[in-house]
DNA sequence: GGCATACATGATATAAAATAACATGACAAG
DNA sequence: CTTGTCATGTTATTTTATATCATGTATGCC
């Protein structure tokens, strides 16, 4: 069940999703880029925050609040709910993580600083999870919104089904 | 089924959550369609099942499964969670209601026996939800996932944001 | 430097949401 | 009337999330 590792640095190419990837360089730039953002916005990455994004970067899953704690304490973090769950507002709060509702988890932003609505393909074999944007205002929704008057202020749109290695496998 | 009723006015994609409407008379319905549904199918629309049902059309609102249970067991009947649990899975799998994974709460469907993949508009003030109907597969999600190789199978859609009265009030 | 302030973390306790597991009851089919 | 199936009742526990108060730490001001 851990895929911990995506050893397989290939080309990556494909848009966002379950492809394989540089894994690695993936992390990296997403920590870095957290970095460099909150620098510029006046926000510290402190410790526990950097540590916890790291987590979710590194899977390309959802993670619970108390899977994520338990690694906190493994890395000699304090090990109480609340560490966890400020480390995870923080970053949802500020756009480096999203929360999949479908799921109570949590996953790392695939778009860090891009102004989005984010939409997720969950994998309900493997829990894999893949963020591609949402239309929020087109579409019938948006119509159907404006027609009743309705301000719509944050989307949540997950698609739950399986991912294409789960598929093969089936 | 999936585009076939998509040939309508803005009028058709209009929700019943926010506006005025025949609310004793929208109740009745709701519970005879249900019932006949039940029979059609071979299925049991027992007491508590009836009841919670009846609660959720009451209220155009989401009920979380203790509130439910609070007022089942005030009706008389079990008040252990798994009482409530089971009705709302019960109403959720065939389609009488839906659950709010944001609210972690539960809606009366509004359009019971359509076959339809529900979106959801939530004020975050009063807790009011209206359901519209969404086009999973159209629209950037449909192409990404198709693109990824991920098979939808499920979809949450919910907006969040300010109903007409809310707003008003604002 | 000493001090005030704001923010971050630590730690205890508890609330809220959901499920597991097993026992009992209702009812139709054979 | 017995058997099988489905629904309900009940106990216990797990999982997810917050409230609250105490402590620590960086920062700016005097």
Redesign the pocket.
């Known amino acids: 069940m851990t895929s911990e590792t995506h050893s397989t640095s290939a080309q990556d190419a494909t848009p966002i999703g379950f492809q394989e990837h540089d894994h690695q360089a993936c992390v990296e730039t997403a920590l870095a880029t957290a970095e460099v953002r909150c620098n510029e916005a006046g926000?510290?990455l402190?410790?526990?925050?950097r540590k916890v994004l790291e987590m979710l970067v590194q899977e390309h899953r959802a993670l619970?609040?108390?899977?994520i704690l338990d690694r906190?304490r493994d890395e000699g973090?304090?090990?109480?709910?609340?560490?966890?769950?400020?480390?995870l507002?923080?970053l949802v709060q500020h756009g480096f993580a999203h929360?999949i509702e479908r799921?109570?988890?949590f996953v790392a932003c695939a778009h860090p600083g891009a102004m989005h609505s984010p939409a997720f393909m969950i994998c309900r074999n493997c829990d894999a999870v893949a963020e591609a944007q949402s239309a929020p205002v087109k579409g019938m929704l948006g119509a159907a919104a404006r027609a009743a008057g309705f301000e719509i202020e944050r989307m949540v749109v997950e698609a739950e089904g399986l991912c294409p290695d789960c598929t093969e496998k089936a």
Chains 1, 2 share one sequence.
């Open positions: 926000l510290r402190t410790p526990v925050r619970g609040a108390y899977a906190l973090f304090g090990s109480q709910p609340p560490v966890a769950y400020r480390a507002d923080f929360k799921l109570n988890a």
